[in-house]
């Protein structure tokens, strides 16, 4: 490979919360155990090379004051949706920055509805859905995904669309890639949900931040293309901060067709005055977002598909009790824990502690609405992947 996915980075005392904090309350490491990040969604790879140069390039002029967005801004977020995803018709007119992508969904939700309002969500849910939509004062209604005989993760439709007639919900938060099931959505199923949404008038947020991360044999769709009405009732809302592991830099962006909830977003978006873009996140987009950034996502894609099947198949020939299903997209995977505990009279929180005590960060996946389930990041390093396994192969899953 051209870029390096091998290599180890000390990054203690360096502003990354996913190795100086512990992710589980009342756990610790023990002593002669490193550090294996494994929880938040934060990859132990060091950024595409053309981000860190695009902001040195910046940074070698030494001012920094009030700017406007380059038309380049524009036109590299344009072409890397045609290009990655086969959008057409993208204007920079259609483009409008957020600090983050959950800003944007609450934007959205404070122009589609009330405060009190009901919102319909899928479950699992992604945390930050749930502590950004209670606390902007909406409820969430959610419509649980099931598994088909595959254990694949599909949408119910007939229990959204009974979930969207019962409380006369007129939005939902639509996650594509899903997190954290790691679902990437096929087209038939993208235009059944969109269907159901047109027939009920309900207004769609989507939240694509995951979309760059697909794993071999998966291809995203991208929600405002399935048809017209999608495009035209459809927020879509991206970063590259998944992509190329940029979340410290702040910068997010929507993508709206339609322009009268184009204008009213934007206002909302603007009343705090805090809805700004910063001039070196700018810039590590236009970096992130060339020729080289994109051949250095199709390696890291590589990368994480070989450690997703690596992964899975070793919890699944020594993890006896643990059952999961491969993620097509994210870098996550959604363990359930359920069989295993009831197996060994041991409680979730006992399992996740045995794991951070040999150093192997990984995270309670009851906020994001799995009953004895657990998350893990397998953006590591291969060796890391492997240590991380074999140490709860040893210590934990004995």
């Not at 990054?11 to 002593?31: C, H, N, T």
């Not at 399935?226 to 991206?238: G, I, K, P, Q």
């Not at 970063?239 to 009213?264: C, E, M, Q, W």
């Amino acid at each position: 490979m051209k870029y390096d996915f091998t290599s180890i980075t000390d990054r203690a005392g360096q502003d990354a919360i996913a190795l100086d904090m512990l992710p589980v309350q009342g756990a610790a490491v023990k002593e002669g155990f490193s550090r294996i990040p494994m929880w938040v969604a934060d990859m132990s790879f060091p950024t595409a090379p053309s981000v860190q140069e695009a902001m040195s390039a910046r940074l070698g002029h030494p001012f920094y004051g009030y700017f406007t967005p380059r038309k380049e801004y524009y036109q590299s977020i344009i072409r890397w949706h045609e290009e990655r995803h086969g959008v057409s018709g993208l204007t920079a007119s259609c483009i409008g920055y957020e600090n983050g992508v959950l800003g944007g969904v609450i934007s959205a939700l404070n122009v589609f509805c009330s405060r009190g309002d009901k919102v319909l969500v899928h479950s699992p849910t992604y945390i930050g859905f749930t502590g950004s939509m209670t606390n902007a004062g909406y409820q969430i209604i959610h419509s649980p995904l099931v598994q088909d005989d595959k254990g694949i993760w599909r949408m119910d439709y007939a229990d959204m669309e009974e979930k969207i007639r019962k409380n006369h919900i007129h939005c939902t938060v639509f996650c594509s890639p899903h997190n954290p099931s790691g679902r990437v959505w096929e087209r038939e199923e993208l235009e059944r949900a969109m269907e159901i949404f047109k027939k009920h008038d309900v207004m769609v947020i989507a939240d694509e931040i995951w979309s760059d991360l697909i794993l071999a044999g998966h291809k995203h769709i991208p929600t405002q293309m399935v048809s017209e009405d999608a495009r035209m009732r459809t927020v879509a809302l991206y970063a590259p901060s998944k992509t190329f592991n940029l979340a410290g830099l702040v910068g997010s962006y929507h993508i709206i067709y339609n322009p009268a909830i184009r204008d009213r977003i934007r206002k909302e978006s603007s009343l705090s005055h805090y809805n700004a873009m910063n001039v070196l996140s700018m810039h590590a987009l236009m970096g992130a977002y060339q020729p080289s950034g994109a051949e250095w996502v199709d390696e890291l894609c590589t990368v994480l598909t070989a450690n997703v099947n690596y992964a899975v198949d070793f919890i699944l020939e020594h993890f006896d009790g643990i059952s999961l299903t491969k993620p097509e997209g994210t870098y996550l995977l959604f363990l359930d824990c359920s069989s295993w505990c009831d197996k060994h009279g041991r409680t979730l929180d006992e399992l996740l502690k045995a794991g951070i005590e040999v150093g192997v960060l990984w995270q309670d996946g009851r906020p994001f609405h799995g009953p004895c389930h657990i998350r893990m990041n397998l953006a590591l390093p291969r060796s890391l992947v492997v240590e991380g396994l074999e140490r709860l192969r040893k210590y934990v899953f004995e």
